[in-house]
Each structure stands twice: as structure tokens, then as C-alpha cells.
């Protein structure tokens, strides 16, 4: 005999509550599958308008969320009370149906992260200009053999993705590997890289640079020497400090520190297999491969594919 349960009205307190916190449950749940395909599309239409039009102005973007939400779940509620009595609710409008629509969500938005895609907030000036502070940057992880999100790793494989020189790579700081860097990659396993005087070479071929337009930074009232660096087949803006020190300030132990030889004026280094070679283009003002020394490749989790300022 068939239950009674599948006929009754939604309750308006439970649509206005999953309508205020989940937008297209909410309208699942009052049996509305447009309404829930639009909610969703005007969802994502709001996340990345926070994302690409309102960065920096993140109250702005908290009051239109609310908004948002409040709507839906104002609309929610009304449908929920409008509700025929009489009118059979689908499966998908079900608690079985909601937790199983939620649950395969959940786990979709967790693999694309895990294994393909992540955003990673960055918050240091260490790549300016390249990458401002508070960036937002899109990583995109397959291939990197290193799996995992929110602080779980799932697991770890082969790199089947060949690093260049060039690439900016987001990676486990060597030291603590719950936190997560990016820098730009400038040795690759063998390289021999010297960096002295503030001039990079590799492989002791110079790499070149020249001077453009000063660059003003937007977290404090001062401009530094900007300047091209041309690595290979990638040209890219770093900057100069030229009243910083030249000699590498703070150094640490780190493995294979022994292929390292430090001076007043800079540092050779031999690059190990399995390790990279990685700096900051805000090179006088940059925690990098100079300091703790050289990122495994065990610890690579993926390319920065966009950068968000």
C-alpha cells in the first residue's frame, strides 16, 4: 500500500530554512526543479561575482549573498504554503531524495577539488607583481600525483605533468607541509643555479632582464624597480630592491644545504634530483629556495593556471 507521507504539503519552516541556506534544496524540496536549476545558476553567478568583480569590497558581497538567500528563502516558503494538499511529491522532494542530491554534490565538488581544480587564497607579497596579495589563484592539480583537499590527502602518485621552467607551482612548504607556498620555478633536478648581485643565472647562462615603468604597490605608499625577466620562453615582471643586501639573509638547514655555497654576494646552488629551484618575483622581499632550500617534487600539489587580482 502506498504511503500517505509521499502526499503531504512541505513544511514552510523546512523550505524557508534549507531556501535560506541551500538555495536549489530549498526549491527541491517544495517539488520546483526550474526554480532549483535557476537558484543554482544565479548561485554561481554570485560566487563569482564576489570572486572577479567585488575583491576587496567583501562586505558588499556578504550583503548581496544574504539578499540572495533571504529571497529564496522567502520564495521557498511561499510555494510550501501554496502547496496542494492532494498533489503526489516526487522522490527528489523526499528527505532520501534531498540527502542523496546533497550528499553526490558534495562528493562532485570534493574529486574536482581533490583532483583537478582548487582555489587557493594567497596572501603574501612575495610573488608581486605577478601576484598581488589576497589573490585568489586556480591550481590545477591533475597530473601533480599529489591528491587531497581540505587538509586530506587521498593520495599520491607518479608526476605524469612536466614542470618548466617558468611555472608557478603551488607546493607544500618544505618545513611544514600543512602549509601551502607558490612560487616561480627557476631550477629544474640538475640545473645549476647562481644568483648574485640580484642577476639569475642557470646553468651559467645569464638570463636576461630589462627595465620598465616602477611598480607602485597597492598595500603600502612606496614603488620598487619592476623589470622583465625573460626564462627560456617565459617573460615575466619581478621586482628589485637595489638598497636590499645581496647576500641571502637567514638561512637555514635544509637537505642537501652541501650543494649550496653561499657568499656576500649571492648563492650557487646544484639542484638534486627530485627537487626544484624556486623564487619569488619580489625577489629582495621572498622566503624561497635561497632560505630553506629546494621543494621535492613529492610535495608539488599543482600549476597556478589562473590568477584572480
Same mark, same amino acid.
Given at each position: 500500500?502506498?504511503?500517505?507521507?509521499?502526499?503531504?504539503?512541505?513544511?514552510?519552516? #523546512?523550505?524557508?530554512?534549507?531556501?535560506?541556506?541551500?538555495?536549489?534544496?530549498?526549491?527541491?524540496?517544495?517539488?520546483?526543479?526550474?526554480?532549483?536549476?535557476?537558484?543554482?545558476?544565479?548561485?554561481?553567478?554570485?560566487?563569482?561575482?564576489? @570572486?572577479?568583480?567585488?575583491?576587496?569590497?567583501?562586505?558588499?558581497?556578504?550583503?548581496?549573498?544574504?539578499?540572495?538567500? #533571504?529571497?529564496?528563502?522567502?520564495?521557498?516558503?511561499?510555494?510550501?504554503?501554496?502547496?496542494? !494538499?492532494?498533489?503526489?511529491?516526487?522522490?527528489?522532494?523526499?528527505?532520501?531524495?534531498?540527502?542523496?542530491?546533497?550528499?553526490?554534490?558534495?562528493?562532485?565538488?570534493?574529486?574536482?577539488?581533490?583532483?583537478?581544480?582548487?582555489?587557493?587564497?594567497?596572501?603574501?607579497?612575495?610573488?608581486?607583481?605577478? #601576484?598581488?596579495?589576497?589573490?585568489?589563484?586556480?591550481?590545477?592539480?591533475?597530473?601533480?600525483?599529489?591528491?587531497?583537499?581540505?587538509?586530506?590527502?587521498?593520495?599520491?602518485?607518479?608526476?605524469?605533468?612536466?614542470?618548466?621552467?617558468?611555472?608557478?607551482?603551488?607546493?607544500?612548504?618544505?618545513?611544514?607541509?600543512?602549509?601551502?607556498?607558490?612560487?616561480?620555478?627557476?631550477?629544474?633536478?640538475?640545473?645549476?643555479?647562481?644568483?648574485?648581485?640580484?642577476?639569475?643565472?642557470?646553468?651559467?647562462?645569464?638570463?636576461? @632582464?630589462?627595465? @620598465?615603468?616602477?611598480?607602485?604597490?597597492?598595500?603600502?605608499? #612606496?614603488?620598487?624597480?619592476?623589470?622583465?625577466?625573460?626564462?627560456?620562453?617565459? !617573460?615575466?615582471?619581478?621586482?628589485?630592491?637595489?638598497?636590499?643586501?645581496?647576500?641571502?639573509?637567514?638561512?637555514?638547514?635544509?637537505?642537501?644545504?652541501?650543494?649550496?655555497?653561499?657568499?656576500?654576494?649571492?648563492?650557487?646552488?646544484?639542484?638534486?634530483?627530485?627537487?626544484?629551484?624556486?623564487?619569488?618575483?619580489?625577489?629582495?622581499?621572498?622566503?624561497?629556495?635561497?632560505?630553506?632550500?629546494?621543494?621535492?617534487?613529492?610535495?608539488?600539489?599543482?600549476?597556478?593556471?589562473?590568477?584572480?587580482?
Amino acid at each position: 500500500m502506498e504511503s500517505t507521507a509521499i502526499y503531504r504539503k512541505p513544511k514552510r519552516w #523546512i523550505a524557508a530554512v534549507l531556501g535560506l541556506l541551500i538555495q536549489p534544496v530549498g526549491m527541491l524540496y517544495v517539488a520546483r526543479p526550474g526554480w532549483a536549476a535557476a537558484y543554482l545558476g544565479l548561485a554561481v553567478i554570485v560566487v563569482l561575482s564576489n @570572486i572577479f568583480l567585488l575583491r576587496g569590497r567583501e562586505l558588499a558581497g556578504d550583503v548581496i549573498a544574504l539578499l540572495f538567500a #533571504i529571497i529564496c528563502a522567502i520564495h521557498a516558503y511561499l510555494l510550501a504554503r501554496d502547496y496542494r !494538499e492532494l498533489l503526489r511529491r516526487p522522490w527528489y522532494s523526499r528527505w532520501y531524495g534531498l540527502v542523496a542530491i546533497v550528499v553526490a554534490f558534495a562528493a562532485l565538488a570534493f574529486g574536482v577539488r581533490a583532483f583537478l581544480f582548487e582555489p587557493f587564497r594567497f596572501s603574501s607579497g612575495s610573488m608581486a607583481p605577478t #601576484i598581488e596579495p589576497r589573490a585568489q589563484l586556480i591550481v590545477r592539480k591533475w597530473g601533480y600525483g599529489n591528491y587531497g583537499t581540505y587538509g586530506i590527502h587521498l593520495m599520491r602518485t607518479g608526476m605524469s605533468s612536466e614542470v618548466q621552467r617558468g611555472d608557478i607551482l603551488v607546493f607544500e612548504y618544505p618545513e611544514d607541509r600543512a602549509v601551502s607556498y607558490a612560487k616561480r620555478v627557476v631550477g629544474l633536478p640538475g640545473d645549476r643555479i647562481s644568483y648574485y648581485d640580484r642577476r639569475l643565472k642557470v646553468n651559467d647562462q645569464e638570463v636576461q @632582464i630589462r627595465q @620598465i615603468v616602477d611598480y607602485f604597490h597597492k598595500d603600502r605608499p #612606496i614603488r620598487s624597480l619592476q623589470y622583465l625577466e625573460r626564462l627560456g620562453d617565459r !617573460e615575466y615582471a619581478i621586482l628589485i630592491e637595489p638598497e636590499a643586501p645581496a647576500a641571502v639573509p637567514f638561512t637555514r638547514p635544509f637537505p642537501f644545504r652541501e650543494r649550496c655555497a653561499y657568499t656576500a654576494e649571492g648563492l650557487s646552488c646544484r639542484v638534486p634530483e627530485g627537487h626544484y629551484f624556486v623564487l619569488g618575483d619580489n625577489r629582495d622581499n621572498s622566503s624561497d629556495s635561497r632560505v630553506w632550500g629546494f621543494v621535492p617534487a613529492i610535495n608539488i600539489i599543482g600549476k597556478v593556471q589562473y590568477i584572480v587580482q
